[in-house]
């Protein structure tokens, strides 16, 4: 299974008895709008609805940080996913959250896990059937594991300050990232960590929603001014648009990539870190 598939592609598959369909749709606060009333209103056809905003560590005052392993894998097997299931994750979020629901299962340990190129939106488009309510789960076993070899965390990025070994690319709003528009935590200075560059998540898609793909995925990232050499660390606000440049990133065949889960809400927050505008 590819790491992106089409909406067709899914239509043909659904109903097969390793494939699991996930709605990751997450909004900003304060949006208006609620992510699991939207899901019972209408998804796809099996689809189970995975909260990603309550699949976080509650013990954390940083909004979005991975929850433990044994968190994790409770909330997929209630999910009724488990090993050896090939998963494709879907949004209908402008935070294009599937991703980061993409590169959590991966961390995670699912091994064939898939975004829907464009998301509900082009699946409603294109007329495909919708089931409505909640869906009937059966529990299966998800292993317990964890990989954070690709997470980064405050102390690694003080360290990448002075080493430089990795090159930063943040997906805020260049408004956010420049420090000329206010941060959503109104707590929080905006502007961006010294060094990075700034390509905004929304950047890597088409005007219908769907991914850009090889030359024009190349150029969005070129474009940035990061240095594609070097290993990258990916980082936003808190963690959600950053996976959305580590899922780009990985479609141009870059492995080398890794993401900060504190981001800006974890960096801003400290007096001690420094900060750059402009």
């Known amino acids: 299974m590819e790491?992106?598939?089409?909406?067709?592609?899914?239509?043909?598959?659904?109903?097969?008895?390793?494939?699991?369909?996930?709605?990751?749709?997450?909004?900003?606060?304060?949006?208006?709008?609620?992510?699991a009333a939207e899901y019972e209103g209408g998804h796809i056809?099996?689809?189970?609805?995975?909260?990603?905003?309550?699949?976080?560590?509650?013990?954390?005052?940083?909004?979005?940080?991975?929850?433990?392993?044994?968190?994790?894998?409770?909330?997929?097997?209630s999910l009724g996913l488990g090993d050896g299931s090939r998963i494709v994750v879907y949004d209908d979020s402008p935070l294009k959250s599937a991703c980061r629901a993409w590169w959590m299962l991966t961390?995670?340990?699912?091994?064939?896990?898939?975004v829907l190129d464009g998301g509900l939106a082009k699946w409603?488009?294109?007329?495909?059937?919708?089931?409505?309510g909640k869906e009937?789960?059966?529990?299966?076993?998800f292993t317990v594991w964890k990989d954070d070899s690709a997470v980064r965390t405050k102390a690694d990025?003080?360290?990448?300050?002075?080493?430089?070994?990795?090159?930063?690319?943040?997906?805020?709003?260049?408004?956010?990232?420049n420090g000329s528009d206010a941060e959503p935590n109104a707590a929080l200075p905006s502007g961006h960590i010294p060094g990075?560059?700034?390509?905004?998540?929304?950047?890597?898609?088409?005007?219908?929603?769907?991914?850009?793909?090889?030359d024009a995925l190349s150029a969005a990232f070129s474009g940035s001014g990061v240095d594609l050499s070097k290993p990258m660390i990916t980082t936003c606000g808190s963690g959600m648009t950053a996976s959305v440049l580590i899922f780009g990133l990985k479609l141009m065949g870059k492995e080398d990539v890794s993401l900060y889960d504190g981001s800006w809400s974890e960096w801003a927050a400290d007096s001690d870190t420094p900060k750059e505008s402009a």
Do not use: Y
């Open 196 to 214: 990075s560059c700034n390509l905004p998540h929304g950047s890597l898609f088409n005007d219908d929603g769907t991914w850009k793909t090889g």
């Open 45 to 77: 056809p099996g689809a189970v609805f995975m909260d990603l905003a309550e699949i976080t560590d509650s013990s954390s005052d940083i909004p979005n940080m991975l929850p433990t392993a044994e968190k994790f894998a409770s909330r997929m097997q």
């Open 136 to 141: 009937t789960l059966r529990h299966r076993h």
């Open 124 to 132: 409603k488009a294109e007329g495909r059937a919708l089931d409505t």
């Open 3 to 35: 790491q992106l598939v089409s909406t067709e592609w899914l239509a043909n598959e659904l109903g097969a008895s390793d494939l699991r369909v996930i709605d990751a749709t997450l909004f900003l606060p304060g949006s208006g709008r609620n992510p």
């Open 107 to 114: 961390i995670f340990g699912a091994h064939e896990v898939a």
């Open 157 to 177: 990025m003080l360290s990448n300050l002075h080493s430089k070994d990795a090159a930063v690319l943040d997906a805020r709003p260049a408004g956010r990232f």
